[in-house]
């Protein structure tokens, strides 16, 4: 798991971005190296996640509906992207099905990338 971070970098957020392009530059030569051995290498990279964490944080907020459209405003289709959305494409991912899948970078983003 890194971050959509590690493809498109965030204003002041370098020591982050630092750790997530590292995470998405290791993925395909860990999956090269490691594509005979049966060992898979895959980079999972989200945006911004409704987790619990961060709805508690949202909740806070005297006004909690402006702060979920201010965070949400980041993806094309306005809402961050669900963990059970992850999930799916890690099992994918995982899956026998997807034996020949290593080394790439997978963008769960809405598109927000597909333009950088």
């Given at each position: 798991?890194?971050?959509?971070?590690?493809i498109?970098?965030?204003?002041?957020?370098?020591?982050?971005?630092?750790?997530?392009?590292?995470?998405?530059?290791?993925?395909?030569?860990?999956?090269?190296?490691?594509?005979?051995?049966?060992?898979?290498?895959?980079?999972?990279?989200?945006?911004?996640?409704?987790?619990?964490?961060?709805?508690?944080?949202?909740?806070?907020?005297?006004?909690?509906?402006?702060?979920y459209?201010?965070?949400?405003?980041?993806?094309?289709?306005?809402?961050?992207?669900?963990?059970?959305?992850?999930?799916?494409?890690?099992?994918?991912?995982?899956?026998?099905?997807?034996?020949?899948?290593?080394?790439?970078?997978?963008?769960?983003?809405?598109?927000?990338t597909?333009?950088?």
């Amino acid at each position: 798991m890194t971050s959509v971070t590690g493809i498109v970098a965030v204003r002041d957020w370098r020591a982050y971005a630092m750790t997530k392009f590292a995470m998405v530059g290791l993925t395909p030569g860990i999956g090269l190296n490691h594509s005979n051995t049966g060992v898979r290498c895959n980079a999972i990279c989200p945006d911004r996640v409704e987790t619990l964490f961060v709805s508690a944080r949202i909740a806070k907020y005297p006004n909690p509906a402006p702060a979920y459209r201010e965070r949400s405003a980041t993806q094309l289709n306005q809402r961050m992207i669900w963990p059970k959305e992850i999930a799916a494409a890690a099992v994918h991912l995982a899956a026998d099905s997807s034996a020949m899948v290593t080394g790439i970078t997978l963008m769960i983003d809405g598109s927000k990338t597909a333009d950088k």
